[in-house]
C-alpha cells in the first residue's frame, strides 16, 4: 500500500476515528444485553437480509457533531442504505433500539426521509426495519426545523416500488405509523406494535394493559389484521421478507422475475380425491392451491386472519401471481368483513405491480346476521367488489364447486368483467342463495323448492350456454387450462 502523504493522514485518522464512531452503535455493554435476550442488532439483522458484501451505508456520520456538548449518537439511531437481495438492488434501513430505544432525532428524520426518497426516485423497494419509541420526546427542546417526514415519502413511495415493514422489536408512535404505510408488514413473535405504548395508554385512559395484549404480534395477525404475516424470529422474518420480495417487480413499470422451475403443463391426477364432489363437505383449499400452481411456490398472507378466505403469491408457469380463494374448511368459505379485508389488500397491491391475480371461488356467500352488520361486512365487501372490477392485470376465475349471492362477484365470477378466462369445473352450483335454507326464507312450497335444487345443481350446463363461463373444464385439465389463460394474457 503506497505511504499516505502527511497532509493526509490527520484528516483520514479523524476520518476513520468518526466512522468508528458512527457503528458503534449503542456501545459493548448495551450491545451484550441485547445478545444475551436472544436478539441481533440492527447491523446483523441487515447483514441477514442482504445479499453477502452488497450493502453500502449512508448516514454513517450522522449524529456524530455535538454542538452544545451534548452526548453523540451513532447514526442518531437508524442504520441505513442501499443493498442487494438475491441480486436485485434495494434500499434498507433498521432502527437501532441500543440508540436512545431507536427514537427519531432531527438527524434520524433526515436520513429516513432520504432513504425513502431514493427508493422512490431510482424505482426499487425499500425495506424498513422497525425496533423504536418513534420521534424523540427531546426534540422539542432543540430547535425544530421545518422538514418533510418519511411518511409522507412513503406514502408516495407505494405508487412507485413495493415496500416491506419488518418488525423486529417494539415499535410506536412515528415509527409505528411508517410501518403501516407500507405495503407488507412481518413480525416476529415477540414485537409489538401501538400508537402508543401501556405507560402512555394509562396516563391518557386510565387502561392497564400489557405490551402484547395491546400491541403484540399475535394479536396484530389473527385479530386486528395490522400485520400480515408472522415470524419465529429475526432469521425468519428476514427469510420471510426476501421470499416476498421475489415474488414483487422492482416497481410498478417493470415485471416480476420469472423462474424456469415446474413450469411445464400437468394433469392433476389427485384433483379429483383433494376436491369433494358434494358441496357440503369441506376441504383445505390450500391443497388445491398447492396441485395448481407450480410446486411449492405458493407464499400465504395473513394466514391467522380472515381465515374463511385464503390470499398469497404463488407461481404459475413461472410468473408470479396472485390468489385469492374461498377456504370452504372455515364456515364454508362464507366471506366475513375480515376475509374481504385481506382480500382487498392483496388485490390492490397485485394491481400496483402488475401481477395476474386468480380467484378461486367456493363460497356460499357473504356473511349475515348481526354481527356481521356490526363489523361493516357488506361496506368491506362493496371494497372488495371494486378493487376486483378495476384490476388492470390478467384476471383468471375458477367456480370450483358453488358460489352464490354477491360472494360471486366479489370472486370476479361475473361474466365479462376484464377477466382473460372463465373457468366452472362441471356441477358448480349457482344461485342468488343456496337453495337449502332459501327456500324457507323465500317461503317456497316443496315444489318450487325441488324445482330451483334442480335448477342450482345443473347451473354449470345453463351458464356454459350462455357464456357465463368462457369453458367448463375437467378438474384434472385446470393447471394447464389456467396456463393457456394466462399465456393469452402476457403474449407467451
Known sequence: MAEIPDDWKALLEEFEQRQQA????????????????????AREIIALLVDDASFMELGTLVGGVSYHGEDTLPCDGIIGGTATIDGRPVVVACEDFTVKGGSIGHGANAKRVRYARLAAQEKIPYVLLLDGAGARATNALERHPYAPNDMIEIARLNDIAPTIAGVVGSSAGHSAISGLLMDLVVMTADATLFAAG?????????????????????MHTRHSGVAHNLATDEADLCAQIRRLLSYLPANAHSAAPKTTTD??????????????????????????????????SFFELQPDYGRSMITGVGRLGGHAIAVIANQPSVMAGTITAEAANKATHLIKLADRFNLPALFLADNPGIMSGSQAEQTGTLRAAAEMYRAQTRFRPAKL???????????SSLMAMNPFDGQTISLALPGV????????????????????????????????????????????????????????????????
Open 22 to 41: 458512527g457503528r458503534r452503535m449503542g456501545g459493548p455493554e448495551k450491545l451484550a444485553k441485547r445478545q444475551s435476550q436472544g436478539k441481533l442488532n
Open 198 to 218: 401501556p405507560p402512555l395508554v394509562e396516563a391518557a385512559t386510565g387502561e392497564k394493559v400489557t405490551k402484547e395484549a395491546l400491541g403484540g404480534a399475535q
Open 263 to 296: 413450469i411445464a403443463p400437468r394433469e392433476l391426477n389427485d384433483i379429483l380425491h383433494t376436491l369433494p364432489r358434494n358441496t357440503q363437505i369441506p376441504y383445505d383449499i390450500r391443497k388445491v392451491i398447492g396441485e395448481l400452481l407450480d410446486r411449492d
Open 397 to 407: 376465475h375458477v367456480t370450483l364447486r358453488k358460489a352464490f349471492g354477491f360472494g
Open 429 to 492: 352450483m349457482l344461485g342468488g342463495m343456496p337453495t337449502r335454507g332459501g327456500d324457507t326464507a323465500a317461503g317456497m312450497d316443496p315444489e318450487t323448492a325441488a324445482k330451483m335444487q334442480a335448477l342450482e345443481s345443473s347451473a354449470s350446463w345453463s351458464t356454459a350456454d350462455t357464456m357465463a363461463f368462457d369453458e367448463i373444464v375437467d378438474p384434472r385439465q385446470l393447471r394447464n387450462a389456467l396456463l393457456q389463460g394466462l399465456r393469452t394474457a402476457i403474449n407467451h
